[in-house]
T-cell receptor
Framework: AQKITQTQPGMFVQEKEAVTLDCTYD???????LFWYKQPSSGEMIFLIYQGSYDQQNATEGRYSLNFQKARKSANLVISASQLGDSAMYFCAMRGVSGNTPLVFGKGTRLSVIA | DAGVIQSPRHEVTEMGQEVTLRCKPI?????LFWYRQTMMRGLELLIY????????DSGMPEDRFSAKMPNASFSTLKIQPSEPRDSAVYFCASSLPLAGGSHNEQFFGPGTRLTVL
């Protein structure tokens, strides 16, 4: 079974500062994928970034980067130069890579960016 | 590309009524997922289909819930009879067939907010 743990129910960050959202996972699958999604107050789920378990480098997508530490089973999201529009819920998720399988989500972290 | 389309966006119904949620996945996507989001339980999988075939429905709460995918471009989630505890946001998501090295993110629809009174 797969499990995602997000220990920060809420986070505050000053505009233009960087913030790290924590995510730890547990799985017995040898290969897996890790995802981050953003859910603004409007409710839609927006894909942000992906990290494969065998990827040699940490994933980056614009202001988003993923700090992947496989031995520690952590996949923290780093948002650089925070903007007011980054205020949202952020979900960490994972799935195995053998087949098109569902995502298992964490409980989420609510990020508030302060001007 | 229109993205994943869900209807209705909002549904308010009375306990005991039948509710049908609809989803049109992105064209060419062969996997479709139904998730439910509540404050208490977060995001949880209800059922998913690969190539229109249900693969895992272990997340369906009980016999009151049923889902179908009659073709590659349409799926329904039905609740009959509905109960107040079914109130939640129901998301449909779709993804491409797996390919070597592909990460296959799931694209989510806007969700249906269901309120059962």
């Amino acid at each position: 079974a797969q499990k995602i743990t997000q220990t920060q129910p809420g986070m505050f960050v000053q505009e233009k500062e960087a913030v790290t959202l924590d995510c730890t996972y547990d799985t017995s699958d040898p290969s897996y994928g890790l995802f981050w999604y953003k859910q603004p107050s409007s409710g839609e789920m927006i894909f942000l970034i992906y990290q494969g378990s065998y990827d040699q480098q940490n994933a980056t997508e614009g202001r988003y980067s993923l700090n992947f530490q496989k031995a520690r089973k952590s996949a923290n999201l780093v948002i650089s130069a925070s903007q007011l529009g980054d205020s949202a819920m952020y979900f960490c998720a994972m799935r195995g890579v053998s087949g098109n399988t569902p995502l298992v989500f964490g409980k989420g972290t609510r990020l508030s960016v302060i001007a | 590309d229109a993205g994943v389309i869900q209807s209705p966006r909002h549904e308010v119904t009375e306990m005991g009524q039948e509710v049908t949620l609809r989803c049109k996945p992105i064209s060419g996507h062969n996997s479709l997922f139904w998730y439910r989001q509540t404050m208490m339980r977060g995001l949880e999988l209800l059922i998913y289909f690969n190539n229109n075939v249900p693969i895992d429905d272990s997340g369906m709460p009980e016999d009151r819930f049923s889902a179908k995918m009659p073709n590659a471009s349409f799926s329904t989630l039905k609740i009959q009879p509905s109960e107040p505890r079914d109130s939640a946001v129901y998301f449909c998501a779709s993804s491409l067939p797996l390919a070597g090295g592909s990460h296959n993110e799931q694209f989510f629809g806007p969700g249906t907010r269901l309120t059962v009174l």
